[in-house]
């Protein structure tokens, strides 16, 4: 509670897990899956955007909307994380963990697209990206391990 520092916490980490749960209540809600299923999963999406707002300064500017209509949004790293060495070691762990999981991601979206059956473009798409990271999101995990070898501790 009462931690202030950032430092060997990946913050892309937290931030990509944001994007696995706005991909699995979208795959839930195309499914037409129970309720409390789409509840408990809608859920986890609110704990995980409460989480970014610990992590990032986020400020949202009603005076200059986008359009006219939406507000403009504002995200910057917390000062604590940018200082540290530990936002160089997140870049350099997802950097080598993009090598290996992006053609992962296409060569699992060619055996989606050719042997299983979809409704459409869209209910692909998320069936795809689901089972991508039903697959591989396990591997999200290297990050954390990567900053906490680098840091050569484990006590932040």
């Given at each position: 509670k009462s931690r202030k520092s950032l430092e060997g916490l990946s913050i892309r980490t937290i931030i990509f897990s944001i994007f696995t749960q706005v991909v699995?209540?979208?795959?839930?809600?195309?499914?037409?899956?129970?309720?409390m299923v789409v509840i408990s999963v809608c859920i986890g999406l609110v704990i995980e955007a409460w989480k970014i707002t610990k992590v990032m300064d986020i400020t949202v500017n009603w005076s200059d909307p986008i359009l006219g209509v939406l507000p403009r949004v504002s995200i910057k790293d917390k000062s604590s994380y940018s200082e540290s060495p530990t936002k160089r070691y997140d870049s350099l762990a997802f950097k080598y963990l993009s090598w290996v999981l992006l053609p992962l991601l296409v060569a699992y979206a060619v055996y989606s697209l050719l042997y299983e059956e979809h409704k459409g473009w869209y209910s692909w798409t998320l069936s795809m990206c689901y089972g991508y990271l039903l697959m591989f999101g396990f591997i999200m995990m290297t990050p954390q391990l990567f900053i906490n070898y680098k840091m050569k501790s484990v006590a932040h």
């Open positions: 699995v209540v979208l795959y839930v809600l195309d499914n037409d899956t129970n309720m």
